[in-house]
């Protein structure tokens, strides 16, 4: 009995393997192969389809990972789940479970739960619900590169088209939301009751542009129907009969959308309008333009361009008419201004051994005034421009410069086209090709070489273009040769260095004066022809340092050391006025025959570099640079650290005396001194002191101070100056910022949108910035010398508050003491809100007395959403 029951058991076992053996082959011939990762047939997989024929559910939830290649798939199908794979192989389909994904070709898609039918060729998805009823593990479906999130969705992998519900997905800066979608099989796809946004809160945006029906053209545009701006869900009277909005990658030309407004002085206005032009991938154009409705109006272009690794830059030039009040009127005023800036900048390793960079500003003189709203435009005080070129190889260097300078205050403008230089550097004549032992001390002996020519114009901009303004170029060349000998030591402890310099000037005109007896008067002749002059000088200098040090037995105070580092020089250039050089001539002044001497150079007009000097100089400087600190003990718990605390980081003195003048041979004495208050305070202070006295009439005459009044000199001006942050962090880090740009473009970018930058890593930040000018003058009031005190002192103080993690307010503001009145002042509240930013910019005060407050979308390609509130000084 007990045999016969064996022998059927171990038959019922045997025909039970044999049938779910012929069931696995099966299956695995109609729907692939494991992956090469499982090897082997484990007993939970066999489990798993047997039961999935018997319809049980699958009991176990390892991963399943499998590729699948059937009739009409061009390539494998690779899917898996976290869970569980359930295999129907009656209807031929297959069942994901538990962060489930596909994968074929360029598309991807994960889900909680998927469904593959392998004979419609379609996949199906959606999320799942845990115990509480939250939906999770949405659909997220990917291809080409383009993710959209779901509700549900159906996909085709012949066709590759697709139907998608609650569809959530990124298109270019902006985010699509739609109920219904449809997706074709040129990736285009069509939705129906859309949502349009550049907010990326996927589930409630702040605000959409909501449509009806919407097309959606993939790295190319966006088409709609009619549609209307919804605000925090709530409907606004903004439409649109239809929309197209560009979703491609990069630049693209299109319409600026311009800015309208009122102004009380120039009328309604267009403002900002016109067209942006995207030539190439390496340079673009903006056209932009202003109109008024009384009259005025102007003009913008901006060009940007760029060749990698070779250079970049941008040009800007704009003009504008600004006229206020009506013509009949007498307070009538019409203004022509322009500006024109270039900024240009090489790339280093695009020429190793030569860079060309330009940086051009220049313009009218009221330009700033009348037409921008920049904070530091209103402040500058000049334009400068220059262009330069410049090239080194080895020890010889040329360079290549156009200057401009203008100053907006005086209208003083002056050119130098060009000024050129080619360099030599220093280099040792007297040494031998291959050195043999120690150098001699003649062949140390190294000289360098500069020539130097420049052509240069000051005028005042209303004669600029003028003919004999143009003749009123300044020119010349000149070369020198520093020749430097070798050092050495004397007394063991002073360096001492001779030097001696050669400098020759050549122009082409000098002048020349007369008496003319019939007129009876001097006059002047310029005389044309190359006329040359030169001046040398030899001088010697000494210096050495001294340290002194005072130790204490204190706990906390272990020392105060005292650096000294005095200098002394000598330099001595013979009379260049004698009648031998021929620089110098007499002539008669008036008609008793009074003469006067004068220099042949001495008209700056025609002697750019100047000529060489009159009288003869042994001049000896004095320096004296002291340098006191302390060091101090620190306690820190157990342990003890030895700090160095700055007292005076410097403090210098210097004076000169000419022991070949004939009178006032000693010049000022000037005292600088820097230092750090408590670690937190810079200060910095200056005076002059001079050493000679008065008499009693306030004129200066040649007696020292010290002798008359036993004093080191009469005070005659002097500075401080003191520079406080609460948080000097503020600065490290915008210091960084600006080191991380690159080009000129982008610090001027950079410049202007200062007042824009805000940063809330920085919960607050305060600077102070104070300084004091002292100016003492002597007078006489009945054979009395007295004195008055001429102050000048300001404050300036500018910061920045985070109140909370969205505001922000900068300020920046001076006070002057003389005055008693406010500076320039401006403040700048700002407020993040998320895919919104509010701005409000108030001058309260001053010529530029203005506000602007502005509120609007933060991307870039919904910029002219935005509502604008500004007032000027037209607007007053």
């Known amino acids: 009995m007990c045999k016969i029951n064996t022998t059927k058991l171990i038959i019922k076992v045997f025909s039970r393997l044999l049938l779910t053996f012929s069931l696995v082959i099966n299956v695995f011939c109609t729907y692939g192969t494991v992956t090469d990762t499982i090897s082997t047939i484990d007993s939970t997989l066999v489990d798993s389809v047997a039961l999935t024929l018997n319809d049980t559910a699958a009991k176990d939830s390892i991963q399943k990972n499998n590729k699948k290649k059937t009739s009409g798939l061009e390539t494998e199908v690779i899917y898996f789940a976290r869970d569980s794979i359930r295999f129907d192989v009656v209807n031929k389909k297959t069942y994901l479970f538990g962060k489930a994904e596909i994968k074929y070709e360029k598309m991807n898609l994960k889900a909680g739960y998927i469904i593959i039918d392998w004979d419609e060729k379609t996949i199906y998805a959606e999320g799942v619900t845990d115990s509480t009823g939250k939906l999770f593990d949405k659909p997220v479906f990917i291809d080409e590169g383009q993710e959209y999130k779901c509700g549900t969705m159906k996909y085709n992998f012949i066709t590759k088209k697709g139907k998608i519900f609650q569809v959530f997905t990124k298109e270019g800066e902006g985010y699509i939301h739609g109920t219904d979608v449809k997706k074709n099989a040129d990736e285009g796809f069509y939705i129906r009751d859309g949502k349009y946004t550049t907010c990326n809160h996927d589930e409630n945006p702040h605000f959409y542009i909501k449509m009806s ?43 600026v959308i311009p800015a309208y407004g009122e102004s009380n002085r120039l009328g309604f206005y267009l403002r900002n309008g016109g067209y942006y032009f995207a030539i190439s991938d390496n340079i673009d154009l903006k056209l932009k333009g202003d109109i008024y409705s009384k009259g005025s109006w102007g003009v913008k272009t ?35 201004d322009f500006r024109i800036r270039w900024d240009h900048r090489q790339d280093p390793k695009a020429r190793p051994h030569s860079t060309f960079n330009a940086r051009v500003d220049a313009g009218s003189k009221t330009f700033l005034d009348n037409n921008s709203y920049n904070t530091q435009d209103f402040l500058k005080n000049s334009m400068n421009s220059s262009i330069n070129y410049n090239w080194r190889k080895n020890k010889y260097s040329f360079t290549s410069n156009l200057r401009h300078n203008q100053n907006l205050q005086t209208r003083q403008v002056s050119f130098s086209l060009p000024d050129v230089a080619f360099n030599v550097s220093r280099f040792y004549p007297l040494r031998k090709k291959e050195r043999v032992g120690k150098l001699k001390w003649y062949e140390e002996i190294g000289l360098a070489y500069t020539i130097n020519a420049k052509n240069k114009l000051s005028t005042y901009d209303s004669t600029l273009f003028q003919l004999a303004t143009i003749k009123e170029f300044q020119n010349g060349i000149k070369h020198s040769i520093p020749i430097r000998f070798p050092s050495f030591k004397a007394f063991k402890y ?86 031998f050089w021929g620089y110098y001539k007499t002539v008669q002044v008036d008609t008793i025959g009074a003469t006067d001497r004068y220099s042949i150079f001495e008209d700056k007009k025609y002697s750019i570099f100047g000529g060489p000097p009159d009288g003869e100089s042994g001049t000896v400087r ?45 010049s000022a004495i000037r005292l600088f001194a820097t230092t750090r208050l408590f670690d937190k305070i810079s200060m910095k202070f200056g005076s002059s002191f001079d050493p000679y006295s008065l008499d009693s009439t306030a004129t200066r005459i040649n007696k020292f101070e010290f002798k008359e009044n036993k004093r080191i000199g009469r005070l005659t001006s002097s500075n401080l100056a003191l520079n406080y942050s609460f948080n000097p962090q503020v600065m490290q880090k915008l210091d960084s910022y600006k080191a991380t740009t690159r080009t000129e473009a982008e610090l001027e970018m950079l410049q202007e949108d200062m007042d824009y930058y805000v940063d809330f ?116």
Not at 221 to 244: E, Q, R, W
Not at 308 to 328: D, I, P, Q, V, W
Not at 820 to 833: A, E, M, P
Request: proline share 4%.
């Open 761 to 876: 890593d920085i919960p607050w930040n305060i600077n102070l910035y104070y300084k004091l000018d002292v100016k003492k003058n002597y007078f006489a009031e009945n054979n009395i010398v007295l004195d008055s005190l001429k102050f000048t002192q300001t404050l300036n103080f500018n910061g920045e508050l985070k109140l909370t993690d969205k505001w922000k307010i900068q300020f920046d503001a001076g006070y002057d003491f003389k005055n008693k009145k406010f500076g320039y002042s401006s403040f700048n509240f700002y407020r993040d809100l998320h895919c919104w930013e509010m701005r409000f910019r108030w001058i309260p005060f001053g010529n530029h007395k203005s506000y602007e407050f502005t509120i609007n979308a933060k991307s870039s390609i919904l910029q002219d959403l935005k509502w604008q509130k500004r007032q000027n000084k037209y607007d007053y």
């Open 302 to 336: 901006t060009s940007i361009y760029k060749r990698r690794y070779h250079y970049n830059g941008s040009f800007n030039l704009n003009y504008a008419r600004n006229k206020t009040g009506e013509k009949t009127d007498e307070s009538f005023k019409e203004f022509r």
């Open 494 to 579: 002073i360096n001492v260095a001779p030097s001696f310099n050669y400098n020759g000037m050549l122009y082409p005109k000098a002048i020349n004066k007369v008496w003319n007896v019939d007129s009876a008067r001097v006059e002047e002749e310029v005389v044309t022809g190359f006329h040359q002059g030169m001046n040398f000088n030899g001088g010697i200098s000494a210096s050495t340092t001294l340290f002194g040090m005072l130790n204490f037995k204190g706990k906390r105070l272990m020392a105060i050391r005292h650096v000294m580092k005095p200098k002394l020089d000598f330099t001595y250039h013979p009379d260049f006025g004698k009648e």
């Open 213 to 255: 029906r919407l097309k959606v053209i993939p790295n190319n545009k966006i088409v709609c129907g009619p549609a209307y701006l919804s605000i925090a869900d709530v409907p606004t009277p903004l439409a649109i009969p239809f929309g197209i909005f560009p979703n491609k990658t990069g630049r693209k030309s299109g319409i």
């Open 622 to 666: 004095l320096n004296l640079r002291n340098n006191l600190e302390m060091k101090i003990r620190q306690f820190k718990d157990t342990t003890v650290v030895i700090k160095k605390v700055k007292l005076l980081e410097q403090f210098n003195l210097s004076s000169s005396y000419n022991i070949a003048a004939k009178e006032f041979n000693m």
